[in-house]
């Protein structure tokens, strides 16, 4: 990332804690949303290992984690560069989870994984570092592992970089809202 772009990305970082703190994505809990989470959480049974280790990157405030049973799962990671929404996850003591302040650009994930999760937060990577992050993060999920990625709306511009992965499910997550609405995938290394 030139120093440019990093700048911008500094920017957008303060700009993220600052909404954490105002409660901006408060929203994120509201039952409008419930089933976005709940259909990630049907591709993990479906899809996933038994007991998988999870990743979530983006996860904010971990809001996923209020829908996931414990015992589906053997291990959680939630990563998300806002620091205010890390201490906010971080307060609820979810069992078996951890999260961490990390930004997408640099992240390595410490391990590999059975399932990695890019809920809402792919299409905030810079585009000249998609490519790059993705590449990363896939070198990092286990040959039987799966991707699934949540995009609002059309996700013009992100869904292309998943073309060259086995898709393994795609759906769309409808509200009563017709602007509000997912498109969620799940994919597997080739
Ligand atoms: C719309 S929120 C979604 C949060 C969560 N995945 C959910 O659906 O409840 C997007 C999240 O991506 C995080 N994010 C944006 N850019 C990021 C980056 N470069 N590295 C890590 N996290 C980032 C934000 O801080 C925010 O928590």
Redesign the pocket.
Known sequence: MNIINRFH?WR??QR?NKQ?KNGR?EN?KKPIEAE??RTIIKFIKAFGTKTPTIL??????G??NNYLESQLFKSFLG????KV?IDKAQSKHYPKTNFIV????T?IPPNKVDVIIL???FY??QESEKRKVLDRILAKLNNNGILIV?IFREGHGCWEYFENLEKIDFTIVKTDEEMRYWKIGVFKKP
Do not use: I
């Open positions: 990305n957008r970082k993220w954490y994505w994120l976005r989470y979530d990157l983006g996860c904010g405030e809001v996923l990563v998300d560069f806002s929404s990390a930004d997408l650009h992240f809920n809402e937060a905030y990577v949540s």
